[in-house]
């Protein structure tokens, strides 16, 4: 019984994340959109889940569905990396107080490597060996130097620079991929392939948390990896993920340390995170 509790859970996690997310400062009603589209991940990774536990149940095995139908299979994992975040310009699109910010750029904005960690749980179909659906949840986190971002053009009487001090991003990102594999080198034990070159793709949903503000944004997911399977269960994969948020916005920053002014900018951010992690394999929910 414990790989069906230990999927419990993570579902459960997963709706949460859906569900729990920091409001932005100076709420407008796209947002509303927004909080949908993250209970709309959240709904889509419980329906994926409980059909299958549902399909795989004791209840249902007795009315003749098999339990190895294929070499399809089950999976959960957990991985850990680095991350990466391009240099990006900021653009104000709106500030309070008496420093003239709207219009203006900081310039080559530049992100320290971070690390990153997260959970995995899909299911490669038996009728379709080579396609699989997975559900995900990580988190990021990178920091920024002080002393840089500096405006273009300079505001009268306002800073050289927009960080004046440090700063960081946390990046709470929940996903669905749909993946494509094949497998090589084929035995008795493992029939698809030990050696098991993936690619996937799929929409996003992701949380940035800063000092002053925290952001919610849809996002591009991307990954490519490779697996190799050291037994029918355990397997190893290293793996590179991409996304990409467009145009986030990071209200009421202060225009300089010193300055009693802020600000509203506007930035995309394209992630880079390279990862290796472990996975458990197994045909059905409920053991054998």
């Excluded at 009487?157 to 927009?162: A, D, I, M, S, Y």
């Excluded at 993920?241 to 209200?251: D, G, V, W």
Aim: aromatic share 16%; charged share 15%; hydrophobic share 40%.
């Amino acid at each position: 019984m414990r790989q069906p509790l230990l999927i419990l859970a993570l579902i459960i996690f997963l709706a949460l994340a859906g569900a729990r997310q920091p409001a932005l400062a100076g709420l407008h009603p796209t947002l509303d959109l927004q909080n949908i589209g993250g209970w709309a991940l959240a709904l889509e990774a419980l329906s994926f889940a409980g059909y299958y536990m549902y399909k795989n149940s004791p209840a249902q095995r007795t009315r003749g569905y098999e339990e190895n139908l294929g070499p399809g299979e089950w999976y959960l994992a957990a991985y850990s990396g680095l991350s990466y975040l391009p240099a990006a310009d900021w653009q104000a699109f709106k500030n309070e107080g008496y420093i003239p910010m709207k219009g203006r750029t900081a310039k080559n904005i530049f992100y320290q490597p971070g690390v990153t960690g997260g959970l995995k749980f899909g299911r490669y179909f038996d009728s379709l060996p080579w396609f699989g659906i997975e559900v995900e949840t990580s988190l990021s986190r990178n920091n920024i130097r002080g002393n840089q971002g500096r405006i273009s053009p300079l505001a009268p009487g306002g800073p050289n620079n927009l960080f004046g001090g440090s700063d960081w991003f946390i990046d709470w990102t929940m996903q669905t991929s749909f993946l494509v594999r094949h497998g090589f080198l084929k035995d008795k034990e493992v029939t698809f392939g030990r050696l098991q070159p993936y690619v996937g793709l799929g929409p996003g949903w992701e949380v940035v948390y800063a000092t002053h503000d925290s952001a919610k944004n849809y996002a591009i997911e991307a990954q490519a990896g490779v697996r190799y399977m050291i037994t029918e269960n355990l397997g190893l994969f290293c793996e590179y993920k991409f996304s990409y948020q467009f145009a986030i916005e990071y209200q009421d920053l202060p225009a300089g340390k010193q300055v009693p002014a802020t600000a509203n900018w506007s930035f995309d951010l394209p992630h880079h995170r390279l990862v290796l992690g472990v996975s458990y394999h197994f045909k059905n929910l409920y053991g054998n």
